[in-house]
């Protein structure tokens, strides 16, 4: 799940950011050096909001067979 946060945050990212240069009329190299540096930073918050979620996922999963799994023992105890 981060791998794919990172993947469509960055890219998604750097495409905003040329648009907006390209829509300004800035530089070449400045409208590049500005996107590669939207790229990087929002693929790296996407993987850490992508990571996040998958242990929420996880933690809510494993609590919830852990949940059944305690009600059937006790139930085939009695």
Do not use: K, N
Not at 2 to 30: C, D, E, K, Q, R
Not at 40 to 59: L, N, P
């Amino acid at each position: 799940m981060a791998h794919t946060y990172a993947g469509i945050l960055g890219p998604l990212a750097f495409l905003t950011s040329l648009g907006h240069g390209a829509m300004h009329g800035g530089g070449g190299m400045s409208v590049l050096w500005t996107g590669w540096c939207c790229l990087v930073v929002f693929a790296a918050v996407g993987y850490v909001v992508g990571w996040v979620a998958e242990r929420i996922v996880e933690d809510s999963v494993h609590s919830r067979i852990s949940a059944e799994l305690a009600v059937r023992q006790e139930a085939e105890g009695e």
